[in-house]
Nanobody
Framework: QVQLVESGGGSVQPGGSLRLSCAAS????????MGWFRQAPGKEREFVAQ????????YYADSVKGRFTISRDNTQNTVYLQMNSLTPEDTAVYYC???????????????WGQGTQVTVSS
């Protein structure tokens, strides 16, 4: 069983930055591919970014490419999402998730955090 706990959400003005963290309680964290998803009110949950196990290869949604950076610290069992140049369209609940598969599909992720709210507004 993998438990994921997100932190770092909050309110920020357009153009601002936030860094989300996701702490995992599992000894084999390094073996999981980790992803970030988001869900805005009235919309489906959408893929944001993924970082692979072991090699740390990264994948991004087109909407965040060049603005967001996913990273991981396997010594701390933590994955991060650095978000820069935020816009109101980035407002959503952000979820951390773990999977054994390289995928953008939420249905393939086995474990999910509780989510953290990000609000971008002037």
């Amino acid at each position: 069983q993998v438990q994921l706990v997100e932190s770092g959400g909050g309110s920020v003005q357009p153009g601002g930055s936030l860094r989300l963290s996701c702490a995992a309680s599992v000894r084999t964290f390094v073996s999981y591919h980790m992803g970030w998803f988001r869900q805005a009110p009235g919309k489906e949950r959408e893929f944001v970014a993924q970082i692979s196990a072991y090699t740390g290869s990264t994948y991004y949604a087109d909407s965040v490419k060049g603005r967001f950076t996913i990273s991981r610290d396997n010594t701390q069992n933590t994955v991060y999402l650095q978000m820069n140049s935020l816009t109101p369209e980035d407002t959503a609940v952000y979820y951390c998730a773990a999977t054994r598969t390289i995928t953008r599909s939420a249905s393939a992720y086995d474990y999910w955090g509780q989510g953290t709210q990000v609000t971008v507004s002037s």
